[in-house]
Structure formats: structure tokens, C-alpha cells
């Protein structure tokens, strides 16, 4: 089969769709001494790709037209011209959607199979593993007692920063968009409450009724309306890390709501966004305490798998209309 890779085929104005992406036939550079010849065999898609595909500054650059997208992955190392890689190493790193790449050695990491399925690099062990420890431990500072509030809670950080904020000695409450993600937040990952954001007639009150003292926490991972039913439940001194605005991502006008502003004054209430490269000096340390609980048991995890390099796309686009439990993956 002819090598494949997926191109950035026009910027989505809105939701982006199958226009957005273009598949394409590859011819892949001779390997230059450094380089390495990789095959992805899971792939990761995140909402924070929507926003490298607009023409905009950020904290990644974005995405360009004609160019193939690129985003986490798992794969085996086919060929090296690198010091440290050989065939059939395991390896992670940001990988061009491509069913095969030449990148530097520099860019990938070698990953330990024995930890944990090497999927699990992707989620619990990778990015959004590390956003949910460092964003509610350090920004959040839960304590034995508060209760915690996490939206987006049956996805890739949301699953994980419920199951940290229990391990604290906390009250969780996840907020999600179906009635079997909420079941299964209940039944399988402790959540001691949870709420349906698209079935509850009135949000505010039925955050409430689930947080009868009030939110010392709040995971914030969605923002728009939710968050805004959340910050009205805040108790005094609460604290919001401020991590995802997914509802907010394929909006094209100036989103309004709420003036926020008065509720965190007069509650005394700290908001912080965060970046999880803020954290890089101390991946280290989020690695090792995950790999630990998972090993313990006190640290559950689940997929959504989509099969097939072709999937990459409908994965990506399933994010914004909640097809994922926990991390979503694109197995090759
Ligand atoms: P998820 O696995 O949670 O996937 C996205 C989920 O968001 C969907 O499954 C869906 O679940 C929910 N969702 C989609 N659209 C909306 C909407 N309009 N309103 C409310 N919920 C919605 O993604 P991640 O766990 O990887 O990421 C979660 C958030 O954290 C994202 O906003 C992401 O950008 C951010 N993030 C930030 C990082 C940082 O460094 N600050 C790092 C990693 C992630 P449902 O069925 O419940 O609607």
C-alpha cells in the first residue's frame, strides 16, 4: 500500500468537516544521519488541534495549509541513522499524520511497554495524564473534605482528574454529556456525582443539589455555559484552574456571558489557565506518581478507539460531539 498523509487542505471557518482534511500519496526524504524512520501505531487526536488550524498566535504555531497535521503518537522505529534508536524500539513523540515519517531523534522519546499498554503514553501516562495531576494539584490545592468539580469530566483529563481529587479524600462531581458517561463516571471511576450538561433543565441548581456545600474546586475544561452554571455554586476562596475552553473552539463570533469578574472578587475566588509545557521541568515527577497509582490500582483509565489511519479525521471531529470516553486514539 502507498504511503499516506493527511494535510491541513483548508482552514475550517466554524466546525471544521471532511473539507478540512486532504489525503495524500507520500514520498518519504532518505534518512539523513540523526534521523529516524518511524510507523505510528496510535495516534492521539485533542482539542487543542482545532486551534492550530486557525491563522492565529498561540502557544503552538499553527498548523499550515498543504502541510500535514501532526499531533501525539505511538510508534515502532523502522530504521535510525540516530545514537539511541534501533528497529523495533517503541517510541513517542509529535508525529506528522503520516503511516510512515523521517524526524530527528531529538523529537521522540523511547517508551517502556512493561509500565503500561503503550497506548496509555497518549493518556493517562502523556499529555492529558500530566494536565489533570499538575493542573488540579498545583493550581487546584484540594483538600480532605472540599468538594471538587471537573467538567469534560468523562474525557482524557476529566476521567483522571476526578480519580486524583478522590485519592485527595475529596467530593467529585463530574459534569458530562450522556447518561451512560454519567453511569459509568458513578459505577467505575467513584465519582460520587454526576451531571448531565445536556438534559438538566436548569444546570445551576442541579450542580447545587449535586454540591450541597458548595464547590471549593472547579476543573474547568470546557467553559461557555456550563462553566458559567459552575462559577454561580463557588465558595468563598475557591479555586479554578483554568484548563480547556472546548465549547468556545468553533465559535466564529466574540462569545459573551456572565460578567464573572464580581462573583470571583467578592468570593475571593483564584482563576488560573495553565499550559502543561508550564510543567515540562516536572514531567518527571507527573510520570512516575501516575505510572505508581496505576500500578496500585487507584487510577483507572479507558479508550476510544477509532481503527484505521483513514479514522484520524472522524476522531478528531468526534471530540466536538462527545464520541470519546476517556482518551480518544486512532489505532493504525
Ligand atoms: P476530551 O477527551 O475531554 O474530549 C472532549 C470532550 O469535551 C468531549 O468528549 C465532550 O464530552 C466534551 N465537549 C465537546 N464539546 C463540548 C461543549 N460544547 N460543551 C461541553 N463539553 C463539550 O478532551 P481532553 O480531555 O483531551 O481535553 C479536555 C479539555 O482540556 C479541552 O478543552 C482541551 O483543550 C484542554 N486541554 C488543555 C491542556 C492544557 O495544557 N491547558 C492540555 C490538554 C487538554 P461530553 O460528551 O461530555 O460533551
Same mark, same amino acid.
Given at each position: 500500500?502507498? $504511503?499516506?498523509?493527511?494535510?491541513?487542505?483548508?482552514? =475550517?471557518?466554524?466546525?471544521?468537516?471532511?473539507?478540512?482534511?486532504?489525503?495524500? #500519496?507520500?514520498? %518519504?526524504?532518505?534518512?539523513?544521519?540523526?534521523?529516524?524512520?518511524?510507523?505510528?501505531?496510535?495516534?492521539?487526536?485533542?482539542?487543542?488541534?482545532? @486551534?492550530?488550524?486557525?491563522?492565529?498566535?498561540?502557544?503552538?504555531? =499553527?498548523?499550515?495549509?498543504?502541510?500535514? *497535521?501532526?499531533?501525539?503518537?505511538?510508534?515502532?522505529?523502522?530504521?535510525?541513522?540516530?545514537?539511541?534508536?534501533?528497529?523495533?524500539? %517503541?517510541? &513517542?513523540?509529535?508525529?506528522?499524520?503520516?503511516?510512515?515519517?523521517?524526524?530527528?531523534?531529538?523529537?521522540?522519546?523511547?517508551?517502556?511497554?512493561?509500565?503500561?499498554?503503550?497506548?496509555?503514553? *497518549?493518556?493517562?501516562? @502523556?499529555?492529558?495524564?500530566?494536565?489533570?495531576?499538575?493542573?488540579?494539584?498545583?493550581?487546584?490545592?484540594?483538600?480532605?473534605?472540599?468538594?471538587?468539580?471537573?467538567?469534560?469530566?468523562?474525557?482524557?483529563?476529566? !476521567?483522571?482528574?476526578?480519580?486524583?481529587?478522590? +485519592?485527595?479524600?475529596?467530593?467529585?462531581?463530574? !459534569?458530562?454529556?450522556?447518561?451512560?458517561?454519567?453511569?459509568?463516571?458513578?459505577?467505575?471511576?467513584?465519582? #460520587?456525582?454526576?451531571?448531565?450538561?445536556?438534559?438538566?433543565?436548569?444546570?445551576? $441548581?442541579? !450542580?447545587?443539589?449535586?454540591?450541597?456545600?458548595?464547590?471549593?474546586?472547579?476543573?474547568?475544561?470546557? @467553559?461557555?455555559?456550563?462553566?458559567?452554571?459552575?462559577?454561580?455554586?463557588?465558595?468563598?476562596?475557591?479555586?479554578?484552574?483554568?484548563?480547556? /475552553?472546548?465549547?468556545?473552539?468553533?465559535?466564529? #463570533?466574540?462569545?459573551?456571558?456572565?460578567? !464573572?469578574?464580581?462573583? *470571583?472578587? &467578592?468570593?475571593?475566588?483564584?482563576?488560573?489557565?495553565? +499550559? +502543561?509545557?508550564?510543567?515540562?521541568?516536572?514531567?518527571?515527577?507527573?510520570?512516575? /506518581?501516575?505510572?505508581?497509582?496505576?500500578?496500585?490500582?487507584? *487510577? /483507572?483509565?479507558?479508550?476510544?478507539?477509532?481503527?484505521?489511519?483513514?479514522?484520524? =479525521?472522524?476522531?478528531?471531529?468526534?471530540?466536538?460531539?462527545?464520541?470519546?470516553?476517556?482518551?480518544?486514539?486512532?489505532?493504525?
Amino acid at each position: 500500500m502507498n $504511503k499516506q498523509q493527511i494535510v491541513l487542505a483548508a482552514r =475550517p471557518k466554524g466546525m471544521p468537516d471532511a473539507s478540512t482534511f486532504r489525503f495524500e #500519496d507520500l514520498q %518519504l526524504p532518505r534518512l539523513q544521519s540523526g534521523d529516524v524512520l518511524v510507523e505510528p501505531t496510535y495516534f492521539s487526536v485533542d482539542p487543542y488541534m482545532r @486551534g492550530r488550524m486557525n491563522d492565529a498566535k498561540s502557544y503552538v504555531p =499553527p498548523f499550515v495549509v498543504g502541510e500535514p *497535521l501532526a499531533g501525539g503518537a505511538v510508534g515502532t522505529v523502522i530504521d535510525s541513522q540516530s545514537e539511541g534508536f534501533a528497529p523495533g524500539d %517503541l517510541v &513517542t513523540g509529535t508525529l506528522p499524520w503520516a503511516t510512515q515519517s523521517v524526524v530527528p531523534g531529538t523529537a521522540l522519546k523511547k517508551l517502556d511497554p512493561s509500565l503500561a499498554p503503550a497506548s496509555y503514553y *497518549l493518556g493517562i501516562l @502523556g499529555m492529558p495524564g500530566l494536565t489533570a495531576y499538575f493542573g488540579l494539584l498545583d493550581i487546584g490545592k484540594p483538600k480532605a473534605g472540599e468538594t471538587v468539580v471537573v467538567s469534560g469530566a468523562a474525557g482524557a483529563v476529566g !476521567i483522571i482528574v476526578g480519580q486524583i481529587a478522590k +485519592i485527595q479524600g475529596c467530593r467529585v462531581v463530574g !459534569i458530562a454529556g450522556s447518561d451512560d458517561k454519567v453511569t459509568l463516571l458513578q459505577d467505575q471511576f467513584g465519582f #460520587d456525582a454526576v451531571v448531565n450538561y445536556k438534559t438538566a433543565p436548569d444546570l445551576t $441548581k442541579a !450542580i447545587a443539589d449535586a454540591c450541597p456545600d458548595g464547590v471549593d474546586v472547579y476543573f474547568d475544561n470546557v @467553559g461557555g455555559a456550563v462553566s458559567d452554571a459552575v462559577i454561580e455554586n463557588l465558595n468563598f476562596h475557591a479555586r479554578i484552574p483554568l484548563c480547556g /475552553q472546548i465549547a468556545l473552539y468553533n465559535t466564529t #463570533d466574540v462569545p459573551t456571558g456572565p460578567r !464573572i469578574q464580581p462573583m *470571583l472578587l &467578592t468570593r475571593s475566588v483564584l482563576m488560573q489557565g495553565f +499550559i +502543561i509545557g508550564n510543567y515540562k521541568d516536572r514531567f518527571g515527577e507527573g510520570v512516575r /506518581q501516575l505510572a505508581a497509582w496505576v500500578r496500585e490500582g487507584k *487510577l /483507572q483509565y479507558t479508550e476510544t478507539t477509532l481503527t484505521g489511519f483513514d479514522k484520524l =479525521p472522524d476522531a478528531m471531529l468526534g471530540l466536538f460531539s462527545g464520541q470519546n470516553t476517556g482518551k480518544m486514539i486512532v489505532e493504525v
